[in-house]
């Protein structure tokens, strides 16, 4: 194939912001994975040469505006952990799936952390911990995630 | 530097209202998004209504027969009272009631952060919306707008805990104001004086004070008055009379009566 099919991480993008804004029942929203995070931290582990803080801050910046949340919040979550991300890549390939997950949970937490702490400027009251939960389902989910997004982005040589 | 870039925009959203134009756009460009998620559930409502049967259309065909029999009935009474309070209302020489101009709009989504609870809906500018218009539902107040994009704007619902509204109960007309606590079932009346008479099962009515919201609309109903004579107020608990979370269709109040004024407050953010 000639195109590197750069057009595949696009779809991703859009396709991780329609599942940070689907409905979800009321009582669950607490658990929704941070898609976004996970989108960031698979790509610039998966092109680092390529990918970086750059465009986790623009994936971030167009989160905010499409949840309405403050402007700036998850661009400035997101750039962190890609800058955590970019430092690391490099062990996180070695890693078996076990610290991979370990690894991921830190990173969530990290973005979770940074957005709570906007919250908290914003005054809105966090109840203990809560506010980590992403960080579980998302370490969760980065299992099934991250094999299968390697598997078609390395079967449409996106580069 | 992005970080920088992004801390610095984070206060000038924080600070100022520079990025409000900015962040109405976005409430327009968002909505395709929020309208695609919701599609599984209107294929499913569309089926549900498809394949209903035919006794349970009688059925309910029947019942709204009867409801609009009912309602009509007491639409009657309410233009000769109508009638009766725009004459008193002429003798006392105050101002006269404004007929509000109400329009429908469509839930297409809610916000994604469960700290916040705000709505989208399909209604925007070009159907003359602004910042501040009342948003209700069937049975009450639910929020207003704050962020007015071209074709979908963004409300605030009463229960956030950044929003507050003035309120009186009907039964003798004492003010108070109704904070979001950011459940979506309680409201809180705090500072209210140890002495006031207020009630369990007393229902609150928007008081127009602060000139957004207008007077009148059902807000919610005590069902809890914490009465501690340690302490120098009274706390109620209200539940919101509007159903925060199940409303598919609200309406959106843009008559005369939303002066832009200031008012009663958001606490926070916006």
Same mark, same amino acid.
């Given at each position: 194939?000639?195109?590197?099919n750069?057009?595949?991480?696009?779809?991703?993008?859009?396709?991780?912001?329609?599942?940070?804004?689907?409905?979800?029942?009321?009582?669950?929203?607490?658990?929704?994975?941070?898609?976004?995070?996970?989108?960031?931290?698979?790509?610039?582990?998966?092109?680092?040469? =390529? @990918?970086?803080?750059?465009?986790?801050?623009?994936?971030?910046? &167009?989160e905010?505006? !499409? %949840?309405? $949340?403050?402007?700036?919040?998850?661009?400035?979550?997101?750039?962190?952990?890609?800058?955590?991300?970019?430092?690391?890549?490099?062990?996180?390939?070695?890693?078996?799936?076990?610290?991979?997950?370990?690894?991921?949970?830190?990173?969530?937490?990290?973005?979770?952390?940074?957005?709570?702490?906007?919250? =908290? @400027?914003?005054?809105?009251?966090?109840?203990?911990?809560?506010? &980590?939960?992403?960080? !579980? %389902?998302? $370490?969760?989910?980065?299992?099934?995630?991250?094999?299968?997004?390697?598997?078609?982005?390395?079967?449409?040589?996106?580069? | 530097?992005?970080?920088?870039?992004?801390?610095?925009?984070i206060?000038?959203?924080?600070?100022?209202?520079?990025?409000?134009?900015?962040?109405?756009?976005?409430?327009?460009?968002?909505?395709?998004?929020?309208?695609?998620?919701?599609?599984?559930?209107?294929?499913?409502?569309?089926?549900?209504e498809?394949?209903?049967?035919?006794?349970?259309?009688?059925?309910?065909?029947?019942?709204?027969?009867?409801?609009?029999?009912?309602?009509?009935?007491?639409?009657?009474?309410?233009?000769?009272?109508?009638a009766?309070?725009?004459?008193?209302?002429?003798?006392?020489?105050?101002?006269?009631?404004?007929?509000?101009?109400?329009?429908?709009?469509?839930?297409?989504?809610?916000?994604?952060?469960?700290l916040?609870?705000?709505?989208?809906?399909?209604?925007?500018?070009?159907?003359?919306?602004?910042?501040?218009?009342?948003?209700?539902?069937?049975?009450?107040?639910?929020?207003?707008?704050?962020?007015?994009?071209?074709?979908?704007?963004?409300?605030?619902?009463?229960?956030?805990?950044?929003?507050?509204?003035?309120?009186?109960?009907?039964?003798?007309?004492?003010?108070?104001?109704?904070?979001?606590?950011?459940?979506?079932?309680?409201?809180?009346?705090?500072?209210?004086?140890?002495?006031?008479?207020?009630?369990?099962?007393?229902?609150?009515?928007?008081?127009?004070?602060?000139?957004?919201?207008?007077?009148?609309y059902?807000?919610?109903?005590?069902?809890?008055?914490?009465?501690?004579?340690?302490?120098?107020?009274?706390e109620?608990?209200?539940?919101?009379?509007?159903?925060?979370?199940?409303?598919?269709?609200?309406?959106?109040?843009?008559?005369?009566?939303?002066?832009?004024?200031?008012?009663?407050?958001?606490?926070?953010?916006?």
């Open positions: 194939m000639e195109a590197n750069r057009w595949f991480i696009a779809v991703t993008v859009v396709v991780a912001l329609l599942l940070a804004v689907m409905p979800l029942p009321y009582q669950w929203l607490w658990f929704r994975p941070a898609f976004t995070a996970l989108l960031v931290i698979f790509w610039v582990n998966y092109m680092p040469q =390529s @990918l970086g803080v750059g465009f986790a801050w623009a994936v971030g910046l &167009l905010d505006l !499409v %949840t309405g $949340a403050a402007v700036g919040s998850q661009a400035l979550a997101l750039a962190v952990v890609a800058y955590f991300s970019l430092l690391t890549y490099q062990r996180t390939r070695a890693f078996n799936m076990g610290q991979q997950l370990m690894w991921v949970f830190i990173l969530v937490g990290i973005n979770q952390v940074l957005g709570n702490w906007v919250h =908290s @400027l914003a005054g809105k009251p966090v109840s203990g911990l809560t506010f &980590l939960w992403p960080a !579980v %389902t998302s $370490a969760l989910l980065w299992p099934w995630i991250a094999p299968w997004m390697s598997g078609v982005a390395g079967r449409l040589h996106v580069k | 530097m992005l970080g920088l870039a992004a801390v610095v925009l206060a000038i959203n924080h600070y100022t209202d520079w990025l409000q134009p900015l962040r109405e756009r976005a409430a327009g460009l968002a909505a395709p998004l929020y309208w695609l998620t919701g599609a599984p559930e209107r294929v499913g409502t569309w089926a549900g498809q394949l209903r049967t035919r006794e349970e259309l009688l059925e309910e065909n029947s019942r709204l027969r009867r409801q609009v029999l009912l309602l009509e009935q007491r639409s009657q009474q309410l233009a000769a009272v109508k009766e309070n725009t004459q008193l209302k002429e003798l006392m020489n105050s101002a006269g009631m404004v007929d509000e101009r109400v329009l429908v709009a469509q839930v297409i989504g809610v916000s994604p952060d469960p916040e609870h705000v709505l989208l809906i399909d209604k925007g500018r070009d159907d003359g919306l602004t910042l501040g218009t009342p948003i209700m539902d069937a049975s009450g107040l639910l929020g207003q707008v704050i962020e007015a994009g071209g074709s979908a704007s963004r409300v605030l619902l009463i229960t956030d805990s950044s929003h507050a509204i003035p309120v009186q109960v009907l039964r003798n007309n004492i003010r108070a104001v109704a904070e979001g606590t950011g459940d979506l079932y309680r409201l809180k009346l705090r500072h209210l004086a140890n002495t006031s008479d207020i009630r369990e099962g007393d229902l609150l009515l928007s008081s127009g004070l602060g000139g957004r919201f207008p007077a009148g059902p807000v919610g109903e005590v069902i809890a008055i914490d009465r501690d004579p340690g302490r120098p107020f009274a109620a608990e209200v539940v919101p009379r509007g159903r925060m979370n199940r409303s598919r269709f609200v309406l959106a109040v843009v008559g005369e009566s939303n002066a832009s004024g200031s008012g009663d407050k958001d606490l926070g953010s916006e």
